[in-house]
């Protein structure tokens, strides 16, 4: 049995014939976890989020989804997202955490884009908080 390995200059390059570099995008494309749904795309995501401090807004293309066939629902602060056009079948879910006030969510269908507003619960936005001087004490509910 011959086992030639192609060698330069002192170097052996063996391994480098038989590597195949469109495997490296193909495991790309299609990597992800043992035991979940994947994780990462090449391509770019059909669902931006963006928080601010009075909540979150979510858009989502949907494109050719009527807005009779869109069923949003808010369970345990997150934000699940499902529609169906044809025998498509679109799904998302967004962890949006548990400030945010259920009855406080709009959502809107424009030109096969979804746009959700979510707001938080008045007390979990951020508040400013005045510090009193030694001269002047603030009475409780007192703004400057």
């Given at each position: 049995?011959n086992?030639l390995?192609p060698?330069?200059?002192?170097r052996?390059f063996?391994?480098l014939?038989s ?6 995008f193909?495991?790309l494309?299609?990597w992800q976890?043992?035991?979940s ?12 989020v ?5 909540g979150?807004t979510i858009?989502v293309?949907m ?9 949003l629902?808010f ?8 529609g169906?056009r044809?025998?498509?079948t ?12 259920a009855?406080?969510?709009?959502a809107?269908?424009?030109?096969g884009?979804?746009t959700?507003?979510?707001?938080k619960?008045?007390?979990a936005?951020?508040?400013?908080i005045?510090v009193?001087?030694?001269?002047k ?8």
């Amino acid at each position: 049995m011959n086992n030639l390995v192609p060698d330069r200059n002192g170097r052996r390059f063996g391994t480098l014939l038989s590597w195949d570099p469109m495997r490296l995008f193909d495991d790309l494309m299609t990597w992800q976890p043992a035991g979940s749904e994947v994780v990462w795309s090449a391509f770019q995501s059909p669902v931006h989020v963006t928080h601010t401090d009075d909540g979150a807004t979510i858009t989502v293309d949907m494109p050719g989804v009527d807005p009779d066939d869109l069923e949003l629902t808010f369970d345990d602060g997150t934000l699940a997202i499902a529609g169906k056009r044809g025998e498509q079948t679109y799904r998302y879910s967004v962890a949006l955490g548990d400030t945010i006030d259920a009855d406080g969510i709009e959502a809107k269908l424009d030109k096969g884009v979804l746009t959700v507003h979510a707001n938080k619960r008045p007390e979990a936005k951020p508040r400013k908080i005045l510090v009193a001087t030694a001269g002047k004490a603030l009475n409780p509910g007192e703004t400057k």
